[in-house]
């Protein structure tokens, strides 16, 4: 049997994934760093992207770079593209994971939190996999773009209508980059979180309870639950797999009750 059998898909592959100091991109980066690849890690808290990164290290034994910064500035993005080229010569993976939630009443939400919504979420992966892809476009074996969208991008869900329309907008993006990528060995998709345990929703002492009641399977995911989603979606194994939306959301979207009820 050949050395290479016994090697992950992955190793030693470049990655960025942005939104990673906590929760669901902490856990994948951490994913990736164990996988063998060599991680960029970004976040917009520096101290939080340096313990992060530091962690990951500690934990894996692997490499794990931190890039603090404003995932939605495109000078920064350009930034974080080009530092992976000139650490590693490459880049093979792209997780923009960076995303803002902010709630609020669709009669009285403010010009600045759309936009701010649509700036992070929308034009931060934008342009993220833009920069990402033209490096790729020049490499044999292409590379693998996912975008972090949400259950919401599929079932409304109140007081978060720009929100949701900036999840659903990814899916399609991903779907329409099909035409312009796969040419380039280059695919794209999107990953659909459902309720998730993570830092910020802990902080919530209902959150667990509630999500147990209204998932089919019992429970909320975990953060593994969405990273092992991810370490398919960017690995060898998912090369033919592009335009799609995997939902992990434990059946919630199949019968979507209101959190509210």
């Not at 890690?41 to 934990?59: F, G, M, S, Y």
């Not at 980059?177 to 998730?196: C, K």
């Amino acid at each position: 049997m050949p050395l290479t059998s016994h090697l992950s898909p992955l190793t030693m592959k470049v990655a960025i994934i942005t939104g990673a100091g906590q929760g669901i991109g902490f856990e994948i980066g951490k994913c990736l760093a164990t996988a063998g690849v060599q991680v960029l890690l970004n976040d917009i808290d520096p101290v939080l992207t340096q313990h992060a990164a530091q962690k990951i290290c500690a934990e894996t034994g692997g490499t794990c770079l931190p890039l603090p910064g404003d995932s939605s500035d495109t000078a920064f993005i350009q930034t974080m593209v080009d530092t992976a080229v000139a650490q590693f010569g490459r880049l093979d993976v792209v997780i923009a994971n960076a995303g803002i939630t902010l709630f609020g009443d669709f009669f009285e939400y403010s010009p600045e939190a759309f936009f701010r919504v649509m700036q992070v979420n929308l034009g931060g992966t934008f342009f993220l996999a833009q920069a990402a892809a033209r490096v790729m476009k020049n490499q044999p074996s292409g590379g693998t773009l996912l975008f972090t969208s949400s259950v919401t991008g599929h079932q409304a869900h109140k007081n978060l209508a720009a929100y949701s329309m900036s999840k659903a907008a990814l899916e399609m993006l991903a779907k329409n980059l099909v035409i312009e990528l796969s040419p380039y060995q280059i695919n794209v998709n999107t990953l659909a979180p459902g309720a998730t345990l993570t830092e910020r929703t802990l902080d919530d002492p209902e959150y667990a309870a509630v999500w147990s009641k209204l998932t089919p399977m019992g429970r909320p995911a975990t953060v593994s639950d969405i990273a092992n989603a991810a370490l398919f979606l960017v690995s060898d194994n998912a090369k033919h797999i592009t335009g799609q939306s995997l939902i992990v959301d434990g059946g919630w979207t199949c019968i979507s009750p209101n959190p509210d009820t």
